[in-house]
DNA sequence: GTCTATATGAAGATAGAC
DNA sequence: GTCTATCTTCATATAGAC
């Protein structure tokens, strides 16, 4: 019920998984070295294992802390009984970080590492089934759920498209939004 | 004009090729060596480094003979001048090859080293431009942007989710086909 | 076209001092 | 919390024989 609990972090492991995220970002995780994330922050290797036992422990992490944005939201959207209301709670939500973290989408919805540590770590699957839970509804027809796997992709995908790169950030939002809204209307 | 010309490939290149796609989709390009690869056809590394120079060729070759399967369906769409059913005929081949090459889609959209390529290389370039064209149209308002961003990652994205995994080909691609003309359809 | 053997560097990871 | 130094394994890549 309460599903997914990240575990606090300190100033140095902050440090640590922030630059992880974004050199993530850019490289991929297998593109990315113990010895690039040292290097970015400034400190040797010996120092970030000091932190965190193994790169996996920092890859974790980093999903940690970014899963942990939707929960406030999750939470709000599985409280609404009125599944087309809890649908646009979430989807608010997840446009608005897809957004602002433009740069990660990408990485964290498909870089195969984490794709693996998704799919493995119960606290993980657990937080994804209630995303999807949410989006899907109780509608298990193949047509709700092509929808709703066409909207988390065209969504987490459309803010890292070259086509859309020179978009200010609120131009880009308010037509997620708008079109999100008008994709969920067709077919109900 | 004439675009994107595609080197042809030996026999040993081709297994080679086929072999380094699927090891790609599984564990993306950074976490794919070129050991995997020998191992996966049965030969060794110096046997694979004696048809490629380096790593990158190999990935050359497997985008472009990914990239080819495009070529027909967006020259056809080049040719007519009703933008519609330009549209309409790329459209309906990319869902034709992302539901048949599903686990590769993932791979050739967001792998960091093969997106890296996409935009460096100028066959790749042009090639990328001229399936942007078509799928905005002239049209370079940010709705008709956003729109084709959400459609084209749509797609792409929804092929490889966890939501719609257990669906049979024909289903998901019937599925596809109809949301997809319903999301072109609004706002037109 | 494939092999064995090898060069060279960088990866993940640990020991122990400060 | 950070360092230097080190270990081991694996990466890309090459030389040269069959």
């Keep these: 019920m309460s599903g997914f609990t990240?575990?606090?972090?300190?100033?140095?492991?902050?440090?640590?998984?922030?630059?992880?995220?974004?050199?993530?970002a850019e490289h991929g995780v297998s593109g990315t070295s113990l010895q690039m994330i040292a290097d970015a922050i400034g400190v040797t290797k010996a120092a970030v294992y000091h932190q965190f036992n193994t790169k996996e422990e920092i890859v974790?992490?980093?999903?940690?802390?970014?899963?942990?944005?939707?929960?406030?939201a999750l939470a709000a959207a599985e409280a609404d009984e009125d599944h087309a209301r809890a649908q646009e709670i979430l989807l608010t939500r997840v446009i608005d970080l897809a957004v602002e973290r433009r740069r990660l989408v990408g990485t964290l919805l498909n870089d195969p590492v984490i794709v693996r540590l998704l799919e493995e770590r119960a606290p993980f699957q657990?937080?994804?089934?209630?995303?999807?839970?949410?989006?899907?509804?109780?509608?298990?027809?193949?047509?709700?759920?092509?929808?709703?796997?066409?909207?988390?992709?065209?969504?987490?995908?459309?803010?890292?498209?070259?086509?859309v790169a020179d978009?200010?950030?609120?131009?880009?939002?308010?037509?997620?939004?708008?079109?999100?809204?008008?994709?969920?209307?067709?077919?109900?």
Excluded: N, Y
């Design 6 to 24: 990240p575990v606090p972090h300190s100033a140095a492991q902050t440090r640590i998984v922030t630059a992880a995220l974004d050199l993530f």
């Design 60 to 72: 974790v992490a980093t999903i940690e802390t970014e899963l942990v944005r939707l929960e406030d």
């Design 126 to 163: 657990q937080f994804m089934r209630r995303l999807f839970r949410v989006l899907i509804g109780g509608d298990a027809r193949p047509e709700s759920r092509v929808r709703a796997a066409m909207i988390g992709a065209a969504i987490g995908g459309a803010v890292t498209s070259p086509v």
């Design 167 to 188: 978009l200010e950030p609120a131009t880009l939002h308010a037509q997620l939004i708008s079109l999100t809204k008008r994709f969920l209307e067709i077919s109900d």
